[in-house]
């Protein structure tokens, strides 16, 4: 495993609609162990691959719960993901963004939604997700599409902090 550099803004590949992944193999394997890496070694709670400037459908969440700190978190990998169902409730939050370093906004998301792709070795995947998970999630599906925060955010401003992950 060996961390690998975030690209930051304006990074052209942030920009690009990612590729579906259809091997599953070596090199897949590789990324996904290589983003771990990365994820942690950044404190993110999640990481999709054109971050690490690979233009696939490959993103990391790591999450776990604020009431129990001696459950260690889940990390999920999922490839290919997509959103089949967002909730009609919509709830604005904070986000930032390991690429986009210094700034967060206030973004509004469904807060559930229904998510289907493929886990790290092609098996098919669905899952129900509601609360912070879902919103980093949404973000995360973002990034392989194209989309920025900023570009949902009904307001921006600066921090203090070298980036604040979602």
């Known amino acids: 495993m060996a961390a690998r550099e975030i690209i930051i803004v304006p990074h052209q590949t ?13 090199d897949l394997q590789q990324l996904i ?3 771990i890496e990365t994820l942690h ?8 691959a054109p971050q690490v400037n690979v233009p696939q459908q490959v993103i990391l969440v ?7 700190e001696e459950i260690p978190p889940t990390l999920y990998v999922v490839i290919n993901p997509r959103v089949t169902r967002f909730s009609q409730e919509i709830v604005t939050g904070a986000e930032g963004c390991l690429s986009i370093p210094g700034l967060m906004g206030e973004i ?6 229904v998510l289907e792709g493929q886990d790290r070795f092609g098996e098919p995947l669905k899952m129900r997700l509601q609360g912070w998970v879902a919103r980093i999630f949404q973000h995360e599906i ?7 925060f900023t570009d949902r955010a009904t307001s921006v401003w600066e921090t203090d902090e070298e980036h604040y992950p979602v």
Request: avoid cysteine; charged fraction near 35%; hydrophobic fraction near 30%.
């Open 142 to 148: 973002d990034h392989i599409n194209g989309i920025l």
């Open 108 to 113: 509004e998301r469904a807060d559930e939604i």
């Open 14 to 26: 942030l920009r690009k609609k990612s590729e579906k992944v259809s091997v599953f193999g070596p």
């Open 62 to 68: 790591e999450y776990g719960t604020e009431e129990n």
């Open 33 to 35: 162990e290589d983003m």
């Open 41 to 48: 070694e950044n404190s993110g709670a999640g990481l999709a």
